[in-house]
Every structure is written in structure tokens, then in C-alpha cells.
């Protein structure tokens, strides 16, 4: 008897079969980019030179850079799905980096108090960011960052801030800071304990220890981290002033309220029934904003003029929050007491584009399609919101997409 290959329980080979046929092609395509990176390299040269890049700096630093294939895999292939926030938080925050936080800061709680004192940034922010860039030093990234900002800078979709960024890094090698060979990080630029790109090293990088060199690199954190602490400093760090404190916000609240460029004092917000986690008022540390970043079923906060300034680092909500409860739990504070929405299901990139366009399809203009939920498209959506009957808080959910649909 011959055998049946009935189609329905047959796997079904397509899907791979495609996926295997577009990373083929999409290596034959970066393949062919790559023949011309040597041509680049060399016109890249003069205007090296024009910018004061010495031409033995360059030949030195340029021996043996090749394409990084892989580099432009990752860069192209960056996923669209945002992870929620309380997954994020969940792994940025966990209990073995709070621990490992503390050891750090046992080892090196002398040097942190000397740069504390001498920057006016909280130890514990500076330790917070070592740990979220790098798990205190544990992997700094081992990607050579002249190949690596050659071949993205090559790759031309942002040519001009990573050709930016590579002659940045020339000119830290000319200062005599590092070598080359020893001038790694991520695949994307960032370098050293707390990651800097090349040009912030240039504008904020210190030596603290006084050797005479700015080094991020080496196995000795001191000089990444006072140069962490004078970065915040510049950007207007507010001695004694937290980040942010979590809030329980009163039955009836206007979540319209609930906005970045909505402030009062913490006891103004008192008066309208906002108060900690123990229902006390916030102490007067300036003027605050109230934050939901995952709407009205989330934790609230009350955000300070120091979450602007660790935006600096990096302007992800998440990321800030993740500092400044990492800080917080290195201080001994406990973990975060409100809960989280962990049902909703998180927006894709085409999903947040799809709102963006039915949002103004209905009316409600979000000043463009980009799939980012900036401030119009918050705005926006609390309109809609207010306007259909629900509670204007402009959290970009999926219950909110389907209202649309």
C-alpha cells in the first residue's frame, strides 16, 4: 500500500523555506555591499585628515578594519515589538542586580562618595547606570568600535552621525587615550562601563584617577564613572532631589492631568489627593509632573526635573524608571508596591502606526504617521478618549485600537 501524504498533517515548510530564501538573499545583498568598503574607506581618509586627524593616526587605527556583516544584520533587524515595561523593569531591576549593586557598590563605595562629592550626583544613580549599561563592568562589549562605526557609517541609511561618531573616535585614539586594539564596546558604538559614544566621551569623559588618561575601557571603573556623574552634573543634576517617587493618585482623578508639561509642587498635588505609597505628602523638592507610563491601571509617579536629566542618557521612559528604581533599591528601598496591566498587550510598530492613522482618520489629527507615541499622538488619544467615554490617561493600548477598528 502506498503511503498517504495528506496535506493537512504535513508540516507545513513554507515559512521557513521563505525566511531561509530572504536571509540568503539579504546576505548576498550585504555581500555585495560590502565590495565596496575599501573604496569608502580611503575617500573617507581625506576627510578624515581635513578634520585634523593626523594621517598615521588614521593608517594605524584603519589596519585591518574590515565589514561587519554582521553589525548591519543587527542594525536592519532591530525588532518592532516594544517589551512592556513591567517585563522590562522585571530584568532591569531583578533581585540578582540589586544584589550584585550593592557588592559594586561595597567594592568602590569609597570612590563613588569621592565622586559624589565632588560631581553632586547620587552614587547610587551613577552605580544604577553602570548596572543597566553594562551589569556593573560584567560585559562591556568586545566589538571593535572602528569597524564597527566604519561599517555602519558605510551602510549610509545614518551616515552622517556614525561618520561623526568614527572620526570622534580618531581623534580619542590621537589624544592618546586608547589604541584602537583596544578601543571596544557594543556593536553600535557605545564603549566602556557606562557606554559612552564616542562624542559624548570627547564633550564629558574626565580622569579622575589622574593618570593623565580618560579610560573607560579598562577593568578599573573609576574614570567611566566619574565621567557618568559629570555628564549628569552638566546636563543639571539637582543635588538631593529624587527622580521620581511612586504615587497613589484619588478616586476621581482627571487622568488629563496626568502630562509631562502638567507640574506643581508635590504639596499642591497633595491638596488634589495625590500622595506616596504610605499616603503622605510628597516633600516640596520642586516642581513634578504626574507619569503613567502604562496608563490608568499602571503605577503612577511623580517625576522631578533629575528624570529629565537621566532622559539625557537615554529618553526611554522605561530606561529612567529602571535607573531610578534600581538607585532607590540600592538605597534600600523596596520594589515597587503598585501594580501593572500584565494582560495588555503591548503595540507593535505597525499597530502604533495603525493607530496613528484611524486616530486621524476619526478627527483627532496625530500630526503624522511614525509609530511613535510622542506628545500629539497622546494628545490625540485623550481626546478620543474623552470624547467616547473613557478615561483620558492616552495610553496607547490594544482595547483602545480595537475601539477604533
Known sequence: MSRSLRPETRPDLRPAVAAALAEAVAA???ADEARGFPGWIAGFRGRALAQGIAPGVFDLAFEGVTFQADVIRRDRNQSEFVKPIWDYLDSAVSETRVQ?????????GAVLTRIEA???????IVAAIWGMETSYGSYRGSAPIVDSLATLAYDGRRAAFFETQLVDALKIIQAGDTDARHMTGSWAGAMGHTQFMPSSYLAHAVDFTGDG???IWSDDPTDALASTAAYLAHFGWTRGQPWGVEVQLPRGFDHRLADRS???LPSDWARMGVRDMNGRAVRDYGRAAILLPAGARGTAFMIFDNFRVIERYNPADAYVI???HLADRLKGGGPILGGWPRDDQVLASAERKELQERLTRAGYDTKGVDGRI???TVSALRAYQSAVGLVPDGYASMAVLRRLR
Do not use: F
Open 100 to 108: 550584585n549593586g550593592r557588592a559594586a557598590l561595597a567594592q568602590y
Open 28 to 30: 548576498d545583498t550585504i
Open 262 to 264: 502638567v507640574t506643581h
Open 118 to 124: 565632588r560631581y553632586g550626583v547620587d552614587k547610587e
Open 322 to 324: 529602571g535607573v531610578g
Open 213 to 215: 588618561r580618560r579610560d
Open 374 to 376: 510622542g506628545p500629539d
